[in-house]
């Protein structure tokens, strides 16, 4: 997944030189919580959300409403911004991007292309998005989570048990993660699965690996075999 498919293309900018009392209107107005701050055109900085809090909160105590209005009107932007902000290419994949906001405690960076300019900017809400698309969980439907050996067609073999129950896949995923040693966890989710037929495809489906978890979003049934993950 690359982070061209998921970002917001229409950016909202602010000037070095505009105030902190205009940040906080475009914020409002866009429903943004960051804006790329920009020089002559060009990224100079970031401001977000947190900064105008942080730049205002050692005052808002001590003053009334109207010192506070005339404090963020005269708060310059180049004075409260990150400088020199992280940026991502719009070929990074979005998996690259979540793990630079995690390692940098950020909530989202510019995007710009090879001329620096900028194209886009992503945040954690987009990459919530992705989770939520690359799971299939639009399609609701019933997800299933094993534990599978590691060998070729372990994973065919769930998947023909479903479909011959006419269950249709909406999504396949796969970890190594906290599975054990020459085994991978694998999470299907598919939807159209008639709920008669629920029980022995979950029977057959347990010839085939561990089950781990059943989850059915459609009644909201959960059914939690052992603590394998924990």
Known sequence: MLVKHYMSKNVVTIDVDDSMQHAISLMKEHGVSMLPVLKKGELVGIVSDGDLKRASASDATTLDVHEILYLISKIKIKDIMTKTPITVHPDCTT??????????????????????NIVGIITREDLFKVLISMSGLGKQGIQFAFVVEDRSGSIKELTDVIRNHEGRIASILSSYERAPAGHRIV??????????????????LKEKATLIYVVDHRTNKREIYGDILE
């Open 95 to 116: 998996e690259e991007t979540a793990q630079i906001l995690m390692e940098r405690k950020i909530s989202g960076v510019p995007v710009v292309d090879s001329a620096d």
């Open 187 to 204: 999470y299907i989710r598919t939807y159209e699965i008639p709920r008669e037929v629920l029980p022995l495809l979950k029977e057959e």
